[in-house]
């Protein structure tokens, strides 16, 4: 079964990180997300991805120089501009020849979802397009969707107002779809599959979905980022991976704790570092205190920082003490 992952995207929430690197292919637990997502798309017998990628294409190129990931054919569709959700799908879609139903996942989703089951879903409800959903305490900043018991969607609103729907189960990003929906999206266009196609399939009765409440989590933000990386160290999920990668140089009087410590970073004497990830080539220097931070570039000696997130580019003085702040400034990112 072919797949297409959605990998465009310009990560600005996640930024500074995403200035260096592309969203997809920051590690999680020392993994890189995209690993970690076909992976699991191959359990359910994925063994073509295409990958819509438009912001960015050269390190994805340079990550699989042999076009395979995790045993999957890897297909680089790269969009001449940015053609949103929809667009891309479609250009990557008809890049890879697909012409038989067919998975799409954003690419910055970890989930437990089978996929399996809900390819079978799918299949069962003759749908034209399903859904995975997941529930949410805020779904605000998701697309909100409405059910019938059947399991046919009713209504798709992308990020609500407040008041707008009282559903609280969102589309967690997951879609089977048959390749008619290519039909609903003309080539080469700029085109949002949540403001539109969804909303169009809604109406015409052939958007199906299925809600599950496994493991679930996007990526995209520092908070959503940070606690993807801590889930899987600390037993809070089924997989249990090594939160110190191998090549990396830490004091032996540091004190790490509920972290991960990335490829050739370094911790040097009487750190102290708490629910933090240490991205790779980080540096700390010695006496640095974290808790909750994202580094990927140079904390200097007898720094203190909590809820930070410093950039390769990120360069933080000794003795600074710094609270909420990302360095280098998003703001003055191009
Ligand atoms: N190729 C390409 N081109 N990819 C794109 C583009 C584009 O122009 N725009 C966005 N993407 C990719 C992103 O990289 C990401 O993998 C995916 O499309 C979704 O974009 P996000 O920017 O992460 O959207 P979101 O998180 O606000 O909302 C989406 O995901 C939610 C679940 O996490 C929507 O699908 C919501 O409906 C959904 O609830
Ligand atoms: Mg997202």
Not at 101 to 115: A, K, P, R
Request: net charge negative; glycine share 8%.
């Amino acid at each position: 079964m072919h797949a297409v992952v959605l990998v465009g995207g310009f990560g600005t929430r996640l930024r500074p990180l995403t200035l260096s690197t592309p969203k997809p292919l920051l590690p999680i637990a020392n993994v890189r997300q995209l690993e970690h997502l076909i992976a699991h798309l191959a359990t359910a017998g994925v063994t073509h991805v295409a990958l819509a990628l438009g912001f960015k294409p050269e390190p994805f190129f340079q990550a699989f120089p042999d076009g395979v990931c995790a045993g999957v054919q890897l297909h680089y569709a790269v969009e001449p501009e940015p053609l949103d959700t929809a667009g891309a799908i479609a250009f990557a879609a008809r890049d890879a020849g697909i012409n038989d139903t067919f998975v799409v996942m954003n690419g910055d989703i970890i989930c437990d979802l089978d996929v399996a089951s809900l390819v079978q879903f799918h299949r069962e409800h003759k749908a034209e397009g399903t859904l995975h959903l997941t529930p949410v305490e805020d779904p605000s900043q998701y697309g909100v969707v409405e059910t019938n018991s059947e399991g046919w969607v009713q209504r798709f609103v992308e990020k609500p107002a407040p008041g707008e729907t009282t559903s609280s189960v969102i589309n967690a990003g997951t879609y089977v779809l048959e390749p008619s929906v290519l039909s609903r999206m003309p080539a080469n266009q700029k085109l949002s599959i949540e403001r539109v196609v969804f909303p169009q399939m809604v109406a015409d009765g052939t958007l199906a979905a299925m809600a599950t409440s496994d493991y679930w989590i996007d990526t995209g933000r520092p908070d959503t980022y940070l606690q993807a990386n801590l889930d899987l160290i600390d037993g809070s999920r089924s997989t249990i991976l090594s939160s110190v990668a191998p090549h990396c140089t830490i004091d032996s009087s540091a004190s790490i704790a509920h972290s991960v410590i990335g490829e050739g970073s370094t911790v040097g004497a009487q750190c102290v570092i708490t629910d933090s990830v240490l991205l790779p080539g980080a540096h700390v220097g010695n006496r640095v205190r974290l808790e909750r931070c994202l580094v990927m570039g140079v904390v200097g000696d007898d720094a203190s920082l909590t809820d930070c997130v410093i950039g390769a580019e990120g360069h933080v003085q000794p003795g600074h003490t710094l609270s909420g702040e990302k360095i280098p400034s998003p703001e003055l990112a191009s």
